[in-house]
C-alpha cells in the first residue's frame, strides 16, 4: 500500500462517517488532511477513566456532533482539545501538529475555539469587549502604542470596532454592542459566545451544547446559523449537543459517547437506528430525545 | 399586558440616553477636569496669587499647605494599586514595597543630581529623579511578579506581603553617602554603616531618616513641587486610562473575569497580570520618590500597615474605580491629620470613621442613590430592546414566585416589583450555588456527585417550591429579570410578603379611584 492509502485506511477507520460515504462529508475533505485527528485519547482522574480510547477524525469543514447520555465524557473530551485537561493517554493531532504538552493559549493561537457548556462571559465588560477580547491575537497593537495613542492605535482600534460588529451581526446582535454582557438574556449569552469564539479565527470550533436555554425557535434559528458559519468561515464545527433536532439536523458526522467510550459513530440516519445508542438513551431520555 | 410597556416607557424617559461608551469618556474628562480644577484653585491659594486675591482668601496655615505633594504621591500609590486589586483582579499587600525602592532611589538620585552634579534646574532634577526611582521599582516589581504572579489569591496576597517585608529589611540597613571630594560619587554600605570621613553627605541613612529631595539649597521649593505633583497625577491618569482602556487592558480585565476563558481566547493570563503588576510597581515607585520630599518618613514606614492603608483607599474608592480613589484617598489622608487635636482618641476615631464610611458605601440604600445618580447617563436603547422580553420576564417571575410561596401572587399592577420580588430567591440560590462555582474556578476536584453543579449554569440550580427543577423556559426569563433589573438599578429589592401587603393596599386604593373616575389603565389588557 502507499502512504497515501495507508492514511485512507486509517482515516476511514477512525472517521465518524467512514468515508466513500454518501456524499455527506463534501467532498472537498476528502483529499486534505483532516484538521483533527486523536487517537485513542483518553483521560483518568483519580481512579475515574472519565474518557478512554476515543479515536476521531474531523474534516476540514465538516460539522460534527458529540453526544451522549450525562457525565459521559463530552465536555471533558472538549477540555482536552483546548488543553484544559492533558490527556493521559493517547494523543491529539491538530491542523498536523502534535498538541501534546502545549498551553491553552497555544491551542487558541492554532485555531481551537470553544464555548462553554456553564457561560463564560466577562460578565462586566460589554458585548463588543467581549468579542474584542476574540480579536486579541487577530487585530494586534503593542501596549506601548496604546500607551502613547500613537495613531496606529486608533487604527486598529477602529478595525477591531467594525469587525466586533461584522461578527456581532452573524446573530444579528451588533444593535447590543454597548450592552453589559452579564446582563444579557440567557440565549443571547450562548450565542456571544459563539461570536466571541469566532472572534479568534479559529479554523475547529468546539460548541459545548450551544441551544441549551434556547426554545424552539431560537434552536432552529441557531441551527441555520451554524450552517452558515461552516459555509462562511469554511471551518469545521464540533458541538456537544443535548437537542437532538439541532444535532440530528446540523451534523454530518455524529459520535456517540457512553461512559467515556465511543460505542458509535455514523450519520444521523445510522445513529438514530443503531440498537446500541438506543439501550444508551434508557426510559425516559431515549423517548425524549430520539422520539 | 399592555401597560408593562407604558412602564417601561415612562422608566425609560426619566433617564437620558448616553451610551457606556460616551458615559465612560465623560467619566475620564471628568476625572480629568476635577484634578486640574482642583490644581488650580489649590495652587492660587497655597500661592496667593490671583484667584484668591479676588475670592479673598486668606493665606493658609503652614500645616494645611503641607498636605498638597503628600495627598498627591498618595493618590498614586492607590491609582496604581487599583490597577492591579480592581483591574487585573490580584490582591497585592506589597505595594508599599515598591514604593519604600522609590523613596530611597529618588533621594540618591536627587542628591547626586543636585548635590553631586550641581544641577539647579528643580523640574529636571525632579523628573529624573522620578523616573530613575519609577525604573527601579519596575524592575523589583518584574523580578518580585515572576514568583509572585503564577499563584493565585490568598497565597498572591501573601507573598506580596513577604517580598515588601524583605524590600523593606534590606533598605533598613543599606547606608550611601555622596563623595564631592573629587567629582560626585557614590558610596555604599551593606550591612553595617562603614562610611566616614569628611566631604561626604550620608544620603541613606540606614533605618533612620534620610535627606529630603525636592529641595533648592536648604530650603523647600514648594511652588514648584505642587507642579510636580500635579504633572505626576495626571501622568499616572493618563497611564492607568490609556491602558485599560486598550487591547491590553481589556486582555488584563478578562484574566480577572474569567480566567479559564481568557486563556480559550488566547490571551496570555501571567503576561497581562504582570504588565499591570509593573506598571504599578513603577508608579509606586514614582510615588514613593515624591514622599521623599519630607523628611518624616523613613524605611521602616513603609510597612505592612502602609500597604494596608493604601488598600483601604483602594477599596473605599472602588475597585477599578479611578475618580473614588482619588476622592478616598484625599478625605482618608486629610482626616486622620485633622484629627490630631484629639491626640489619643485620634486613631480610634479614624478607624470608627473609616467603619462608618464602609458599611455606608456598602448600604443598598446608599448604593441605590448611587445608582440612581449614575443612571442619568444610562441609555435608553438597552432598555426598551428589550421591552418585549422584559414582558415575558415579568409573567416569568410571577410564576416562580407563585411556585415558591406555592400561593399565587396579587400580581396585577407595577409588574417590574414582580421581578423584584423575585430577587431575594434568586440571589439566596445564587448565595447557595456559588461556592460551587468558585471551587470549579480554583481547579479543585469536585466530589463525583458535584460535578454536575460546576458543570450548569448557576442557574438550573433553581428549584420550585415542591423540589422539581424550573424548566427552561421560565430560567430565560428569570434571565431577563435580572437583566432588568441591572437596566434599572434602582429597584428596591423588597420582602415578598411585604410586597404582597403593599400591592394589596394599593388594590384597594386603585379600585376606590376606579369607582371614582371610571377604569383607566392598571389591570391586564
Ligand atoms: N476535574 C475532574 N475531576 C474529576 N472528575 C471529573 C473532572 N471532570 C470531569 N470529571 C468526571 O468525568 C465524567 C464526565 O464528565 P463530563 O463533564 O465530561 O460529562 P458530559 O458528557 O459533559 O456531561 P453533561 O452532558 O452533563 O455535560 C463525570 O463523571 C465527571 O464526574
Ligand atoms: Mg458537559
Not at chain 2, 496669587?49 to 498638597?68: A, H, V, W
Amino acid at each position: 500500500m502507499t502512504e497515501q492509502q495507508v492514511k485512507k485506511v486509517r482515516h476511514s477507520e477512525t472517521r465518524m462517517v467512514p468515508y466513500p460515504s454518501k456524499a455527506i462529508v463534501p467532498e472537498r475533505d476528502l483529499n486534505v488532511t483532516p484538521i483533527l485527528e486523536t487517537h485513542h485519547l483518553g483521560i483518568q482522574f483519580g481512579g475515574l477513566k472519565a474518557v478512554d480510547d476515543v479515536n476521531l477524525i474531523i474534516g476540514r469543514s465538516e460539522i460534527a456532533g458529540l453526544i451522549g447520555p450525562n457525565g459521559a465524557g463530552k465536555t471533558t473530551v472538549f477540555n482536552m482539545l483546548t488543553k484544559v485537561y492533558e490527556p493521559t493517554e493517547g494523543s491529539i493531532i491538530f491542523n498536523g501538529k502534535d498538541l501534546s504538552g502545549r498551553s491553552i493559549v497555544q491551542a487558541s493561537k492554532m485555531g481551537i475555539a470553544r464555548t462553554f457548556q456553564n457561560i463564560r462571559l466577562f460578565g462586566q465588560m460589554t458585548v463588543e469587549e467581549n468579542v474584542r477580547i476574540g480579536l486579541h491575537n487577530q487585530i494586534r497593537y503593542t501596549t506601548a502604542t496604546a500607551l502613547l495613542r500613537l495613531p496606529s492605535f486608533w487604527i486598529k482600534e477602529h478595525r477591531q470596532h467594525r469587525e466586533a460588529l461584522e461578527l456581532l451581526s452573524i446573530f444579528g446582535m451588533e444593535n447590543m454592542a454597548d450592552v453589559r454582557a452579564g446582563s444579557l438574556p440567557y440565549g443571547a449569552q450562548r450565542r456571544l459566545e459563539i461570536v466571541r469564539a469566532l472572534a479568534t479565527g479559529p479554523k475547529l470550533l468546539l460548541l459545548d451544547e450551544p441551544a441549551a436555554g434556547m426554545n424552539p425557535h431560537e434552536t432552529e434559528e441557531l441551527m441555520k446559523t451554524i450552517a452558515r458559519i461552516r459555509d462562511d468561515f469554511n471551518i469545521a464545527i464540533l458541538l456537544i449537543e443535548h437537542d437532538m433536532s439541532l444535532v440530528m439536523g446540523v451534523c454530518e458526522g455524529i459520535c456517540v459517547l457512553n461512559f467515556g467510550k465511543i460505542i458509535a459513530k455514523g450519520t444521523a440516519q445510522e445513529i438514530q437506528n443503531n440498537p446500541v445508542v438506543i439501550e444508551a438513551y434508557l426510559g425516559k431520555q431515549k423517548e425524549e430525545s430520539l422520539a | 399586558m399592555q401597560y408593562d410597556h407604558a412602564v417601561i416607557g415612562q422608566m425609560s424617559r426619566s433617564r437620558r440616553s448616553f451610551s457606556p461608551k460616551a458615559r465612560h469618556i465623560l467619566y475620564k474628562t471628568a476625572t480629568f477636569l476635577l484634578v486640574t480644577a482642583a490644581f488650580v484653585f489649590l495652587y492660587d491659594w497655597l500661592t496667593q496669587g490671583p484667584l484668591s486675591g479676588i475670592l479673598n482668601m486668606e493665606d493658609i496655615s503652614r500645616k494645611t499647605k503641607g498636605y498638597f505633594v503628600p495627598i498627591c504621591a498618595w493618590v498614586v500609590a492607590a491609582v496604581s494599586l487599583n490597577l492591579v486589586v480592581g483591574f487585573s483582579g490580584e490582591l497585592s499587600l506589597g505595594h508599599a514595597g515598591f514604593m519604600s525602592i522609590g523613596y530611597s532611589t529618588g533621594i540618591v538620585v536627587y542628591n547626586l543630581l543636585t548635590k553631586g552634579y550641581g544641577w539647579e534646574n528643580i523640574y529636571l532634577s525632579m523628573a529624573v529623579t522620578l523616573a530613575v526611582s519609577g525604573l527601579l521599582a519596575g524592575i523589583v516589581g518584574f523580578l518580585v511578579g515572576i514568583p509572585v504572579l503564577r499563584l493565585r489569591g490568598d497565597y498572591l496576597a501573601i507573598v506580596t506581603l513577604a517580598c515588601a517585608e524583605i524590600i523593606k529589611s534590606l533598605l533598613q540597613c543599606f547606608y550611601v553617602a555622596l563623595d564631592t571630594s573629587e567629582g560626585a560619587k557614590l558610596l555604599f554600605a551593606f550591612p553595617k554603616n562603614t562610611l566616614n570621613g569628611s566631604g561626604i553627605t550620608m544620603l541613606l541613612k540606614g533605618p533612620t531618616a534620610s535627606a529630603p529631595i525636592g529641595t533648592k539649597g536648604t530650603t523647600t521649593d514648594l511652588p514648584a513641587l505642587y507642579i510636580i505633583s500635579f504633572a505626576l497625577v495626571i501622568l499616572t491618569l493618563l497611564v492607568v486610562f490609556n491602558l485599560t482602556d486598550s487591547r491590553t487592558g481589556r486582555a488584563i480585565k478578562s484574566t480577572r473575569d474569567n480566567r479559564i476563558a481568557a486563556e480559550s481566547m488566547g490571551i496570555p493570563v501571567t503576561r497581562h497580570k504582570m504588565i499591570a503588576f509593573v506598571t504599578a510597581a513603577v508608579l509606586a515607585g514614582m510615588s514613593g520618590a515624591l514622599l521623599a520630599n519630607k523628611s518624616t518618613y523613613q524605611p521602616a514606614n513603609f510597612n505592612l500597615d502602609m500597604s494596608i492603608m493604601v488598600l483601604v483607599y483602594v477599596v473605599l474608592g472602588g475597585l477599578g474605580n479611578v475618580m473614588g480613589t482619588i476622592f478616598s484617598t484625599t478625605a482618608l489622608y486629610i482626616l486622620p491629620e485633622e484629627l490630631r487635636f484629639m491626640k489619643d482618641y485620634r486613631m480610634l476615631v479614624y478607624a470608627l470613621v473609616l467603619i462608618f464610611a464602609m458599611v455606608l458605601s456598602n448600604n443598598p440604600v446608599i448604593k441605590r442613590w448611587f445608582t440612581s445618580f449614575t443612571s442619568l447617563f444610562r441609555r435608553k436603547h438597552s432598555i426598551t430592546l428589550f421591552a418585549e422580553e422584559s414582558r415575558n420576564a415579568y409573567a416569568g417571575s410571577k410564576d416562580v414566585l407563585a411556585d415558591r410561596t406555592s400561593e399565587p401572587l396579587v400580581v396585577e399592577e407595577e409588574a417590574l416589583s414582580d421581578t423584584k420580588a423575585a430577587l431575594p430567591v434568586l440571589e439566596d440560590r445564587v448565595a447557595e450555588a456559588e461556592p460551587a462555582a468558585v471551587d470549579a474556578e480554583a481547579g479543585i476536584q469536585p466530589a463525583a456527585a458535584d460535578t454536575k453543579a460546576e458543570d450548569k449554569d448557576i442557574f438550573t440550580m433553581l428549584y420550585t417550591a415542591d423540589g422539581t427543577p424550573l424548566d427552561e423556559e421560565s430560567m430565560r426569563r428569570i434571565q431577563v429579570g435580572l437583566m432588568l433589573y441591572d437596566a434599572y438599578g434602582d429597584i428596591e429589592i423588597g420582602d415578598v410578603t411585604e410586597m404582597k401587603q403593599r400591592k394589596e393596599e394599593n388594590k384597594k386604593k386603585g379600585r376606590k379611584k376606579d369607582k371614582k373616575s371610571g377604569k383607566k389603565g392598571g389591570g391586564k389588557a
